[in-house]
């Protein structure tokens, strides 16, 4: 029974090794975060930024390890991270710390397992209680501890946003082209969904810029996406738009698609003379011949 078992493992060896390589090409990630900021990240964010602390006192919950119970929690938690990372090593996949997360309940329990040890000093265990807990609430309401976690979609400004949509809702009429670039292109498809929610109803003809003069329900890996230069599909969005609407993020750099967008404008279009500026996002009109004064 076992020789057969060998067999099958030997005929079935090649196809394995190419359902990982197919599976490797299509999960990777370009900008997979690498082993030594993922654990930085995670063991901070999971432990309320009292990294130290969270250390000493799993380490101290090595001196119940005869029990099953912890040795199971020390399993768990070493197996979930050195198995993530190992294949992320091999197929990168991490960007972002929650795909970490399966941890996290192991490495608290051991924590608690360690403050255990501290019961011949109940004022150190309040005081680890206290602080933890301050620390937790403080991070609930920090501005940006979620956004500086490495892989976090950048947060865009509510009130610039919604100033942003009120201006275009107001003036722009339904044979303009109105382009939103709220992130970049590798990733602003995740922010369709809430643009069609603010524009619900909207009769106006809006695009994310990455996403321009594609299908509704397209997928961003979809070939009839891929496969069509993104200058065309911007030029056919654009059309003959007597104007075009351009709203986007301040402070984002520069990239091929932009470069495109400023290119195409330059040959048809004018810039119209006032440029609307709102917290943290602009929002510019392009014409052709005296529209802007529509």
Not at 79 to 87: E, P, Q, R, S
């Amino acid at each position: 029974m076992l020789f057969l078992f060998l067999v099958a493992i030997l005929f079935y060896a090649p196809w394995l090794a190419l359902m990982l390589i197919k599976a490797s090409q299509d999960v990777s990630i370009p900008d997979a975060i690498d082993t030594p900021l993922i654990l930085e990240a995670a063991a901070t964010a999971f432990s309320n930024w009292l990294t130290l602390m969270a250390v000493l006192l799993c380490a101290l919950s090595l001196r119940l390890l005869r029990q099953r119970s912890v040795q199971f929690l020390w399993w768990w938690l070493v197996v979930v991270v050195v198995l993530t990372l190992i294949v992320n090593r091999f197929i990168p996949f991490l960007f972002h710390i929650r795909h970490l997360l399966a941890s996290l309940p192991a490495m608290l329990l051991l924590a608690a397992a360690g403050l255990i040890q501290l019961q011949r000093w109940r004022w150190a265990q309040s005081i680890i209680c206290g602080l933890w807990l301050v620390m937790g609430v403080y991070l609930s309401f920090h501005p940006t501890f979620a956004s500086d976690l490495p892989g976090a979609l950048r947060m865009i400004s509510r009130p610039g946003f919604e100033a942003a949509l009120q201006a275009i809702e107001q003036n722009a009429d339904p044979a303009d082209a109105v382009i939103f670039r709220l992130t970049g292109a590798d990733v602003e498809y995740l922010y369709a969904p809430p643009l069609d929610y603010y524009l619900y109803g909207s009769s106006l003809r809006y695009s994310l810029l990455s996403m321009v003069n594609a299908r509704d329900d397209v997928l961003i890996d979809d070939a009839s996406f891929v496969n069509t230069p993104f200058a065309e599909r911007l030029a056919a969005f654009i059309g003959d738009s007597s104007r075009v609407w351009v709203a986007w993020v301040k402070n984002l750099p520069p990239d091929a698609q932009t470069e495109a967008l400023n290119h195409l404008l330059a040959e048809s279009y004018s810039l119209c003379p006032a440029v609307i500026e709102m917290p943290d996002m602009a929002l510019e009109v392009y014409s052709r011949g005296n529209s802007c004064a529509d």
